[in-house]
């Protein structure tokens, strides 16, 4: 009875009343599923369906509240309200134009086919360029796979914006893994000539790795990053002061331009090669200067060798001949790896190269006829008159005596036409 | 007026105004610059693109702010006549975008510049097309028609358009060329109408305009070959004293009439003839000693002959270092007509080719396997044509590659090598009886048996022409009045021309008696279209 006064209830009183109020309420899901304008329904509809003592008055929403509503939550109006034909046609007769209000990927997917449809390949660039901005790299590209006029255009715009990561990317999409490589390969040259022995490592080891069919690059690319590591020792260290260098090395059309120490960085294997027959000659195998080394670890054929090897000497006013002969059947010299006779005549010429050379290699020239024009070219008398002799030829002997200047040569001839014993054809 | 470089000019003027070609890299050095020079608000900048402001040019001024002062241009001009039968838009730059790269920007340009022609000449009635950008262009010129429709004259000048792509026939640009404009241009370097005579091509050098209207030598001696250019030019030097010589004996009134008229024109004359000589003089030091072997081997791969000898030159020339682009020539002849390289040779130059010139040659190789050049035999195309594509129609074009007739066959097909078993074959071909003698007989250039065809017969039979090219030759309307009349043909190249095919088309023009008039992008030559895809960066 105490504690009615104070409550104004009795327990029995309250769980009635607390039944009744459980079971009026409405399911908990279908509450939270209702935008809130049916929320104040329900509500209301709560308090008119239950006869408790509680009541409270849920009014309509005003019309402030509508405006609120759409202020807290609108949607988002995707729909573009522009045709792509026009649009197309916009740009490609110089207008101004709004891409901005593509964007769906399927309205964007429409656009493109219709720049692809128009052809021309400014337009296509337009578009791309926008999608660039407004696409993520992995949904671009799936769609630039089944379009590949776009995708090539758009290879094109990357390089042009030096994105060469990009490119490679998209071309190993593409199927295209050698094109990528070369990708690769050209933006090591952007960062200049100290970074690019980085570069080419960076890539060696990470990129390349990921492409597949790629042997013949990747061995360009492990063999470039051989000789930079063996030319920036090799420019450094130079032994001899380099006398010759200040002078103007004479060159034949037949042969690239010699290369000196300070753009050996950079330059060729064969004319690095060129260069080390020509200072570091006689360096043992084991040092990074080594001609004989070089020609090992790069594998090297006999001809690329012994070209370099022969004009690096003759180049130091050397004598070449050890290089260019080597031992033919039954014990006689013969010329190695074939090189022509008439080749490296005319560049010994050229480069001053001795006279001896000329008597030595021409000898060994199969016909005595080819011999005989050689010999003349080059003004080898003895050479000349020996085949004539051999022709048994006296008319053109005389007729070359007269046209010669030196002595010994003359007397030679006549010495020869004095011994009775040879059978003239004429 | 500056020359554009690096370094930004010492302007004076609050008005300044940069001239540049379409090509993205210049647009960009530009750019930066005048981001740099921001501070002075009061200085407008207009900058004006030949031919267009594209629109990855227009982004790159945009990304770099600098929108703000700077107006940007467009300025197509139309082709500029170089000589009296040869326009040129000089874009040398369309190449290397349009055939290499794949984009093609600059070819809505040439529709435009053809739209031009036509609107002072009238409609083209007929057009052939020969290659995929022709046939792009030709869209494009339907296009730009419907668009802006512009009066066009009602009688036509010039009733048939043919229009070729440059990689129909790469031999014209691998051979060397054998008539004088076409040594000079390999040599000296034709830029937009003059030669250069300083080795350098400095800036106060010595220059030759080759223009066959305002100088009378040149015209006489532009299409010949070259072995006969000295003599006639010697000969040319004694007639022109002669002539001088006369007024020695002459009366008063003669001598005054000699003075006034005919001393100016025979001094002029002797000017030219000077400049000429000096020309030939350093062409000969130049090629003293190589020529003679090179053009002995371009023989023997025409002719099919000897080719084990020709791999062990190119063998041993790089061995040599020697001239890198005449060796990277005489490897794509090889690869163009032998359709490319066995697997074990194609790998074995490749990497010869790379460690006689430089590894950083890779791109260098990459991008002649891709134009068709210099490749492997049997190797797939360009894996991109394979992948399925929605346009069906670009596609099939695209398919020729895997249809491709090879092109040997195509000048057997077409009779584009003589049949010269006799040795006095080599007489007519100097002479210049037969058109092969631009390129000294072994070759003659595809282009003079299109047109031949296309105008010899009232019912031009083409056949061959489609065997070999198929879905690549679209044929204009055979049937219109027009086709067989006696009117002016314009022949048009995508790519650029070489002198030596434009010597053949002047050589079919006289023998037909018709106005054949050559359109081209610009002018371009075996060693300058080497020398741009070896280079370290290709800007396009």
Redesign the interface.
Known sequence: EHSDDIFGATPLQTAQLSKQVKQNIPQQSSLTSVPHTKLSQSLSSLSTSSNSSFKFTARQPSKQCEVTCKLLSSIVNDETLSSPKDVVRSIFLGMSFDLSCFKKLSDKTVLLDEALRLGDSDVICAVLLFLQKSLHQLVLFPLLKERHVAAREYIAILEKQKDFKEAAMLCADLQNSKEAAVHLYNSCFRGGDQNLQQSLEHISKNELKNLKQIEVESETVKEHIQLLERQYPIAVNRSLPHQSEKQKDKTSPCVGKPVSADNLVGSSLLSTLQYCCRYNWDAPENLLASPVGLKKTFRLTERQYIWNAFIGRLLMNEDPIKILLVKGMFGAPKISANLSITRILEIASKLNGNPNLFDQLIPLTETSDKRYHLAKRYQRHRIVIDVLISNKDRISLLQYRDSIDDQTEIDYINNTLRVSSTRWKN | MYKLSSVAPPWKNLVRLYLIPSI??VAESIAWHLRKSETDKTIAYHIIVVP?V???IH?VFESLGVLDFVTLH?YSWDFIPLDSNLLSLEFPQLFN?SFL?????L??SVAKALMSFECLFGKFPCVTTLGEKSH?VH??LG?WQS?IQPPFPEESEFNHLIMLDRNIDFASLLLTQLTYEGVLDENLKLKSGFVYLDSDGAEGSQRLMLNSTSDEIYAEIKGKHISVVFQHLSRKAKELQQRRDIKNTDSIEEMKNFVSHDLKKIQSQQKSLALHISACEMVMKRQ???LEELLGLQEDAMSDTKLKEYLVFL???T?????FYATLRLCCLYSVMEDGLPEKEY?FL?R?L???????H??TL?YLQRLGLFHQRDSKS????L?????AR?AQVNSLKSERVPFRKICQRLNLLPQSTSSDDNSSAKSGQHPSYVFGGIYTPLVYQFVEKCLKEKEPNLGDFARCFGNNLRIGDCSHPQWGARGKILVCFIGGVTLAEVASLDFLSRQLGRHIVVATTSTISGPALMESIAS?NID?
Do not use: C, M, W
């Open positions: 993205y890299a267009k594209l629109n990855v982004s467009s975008a790269k794949e984009e093609n920007s070819l809505t792009r869209k494009l296009t668009e003293a000693g190589i063998e041993d020339s061995a040599r270092q020697f001239d790998q490749h010869q790379l460690q006689a010139y430089g590894y950083r890779l791109s990459h360009i894996s991109l044509e992948l399925p594509d929605r346009f670009v370290q396009t």
